[in-house]
């Protein structure tokens, strides 16, 4: 029997930002456990509209290190 990947990853929060290019992000959401903000997180700022943390894992609305698990 078969694992149920589509089942898997519905329960995973994917990003539903758009990139630059223009595709849905689907990256993994990320919370800032300071500020609440959701998204994902790039290589560097502004590659997705929905984007919240850097590649450092620094929230881009706080500032904070804060970066958690989304769910
Ligand atoms: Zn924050
Ligand atoms: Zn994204």
Known sequence: MA???D?????????TGTRKAGQQCNGTVHVCGQCGARGCKQNRPGLCSEQAFDVLDQCLKCGAHAMQPAG
């Open 3 to 5: 694992i149920a990947y």
């Open 7 to 15: 089942h898997l990853k519905a329960d995973l929060a994917l990003c």
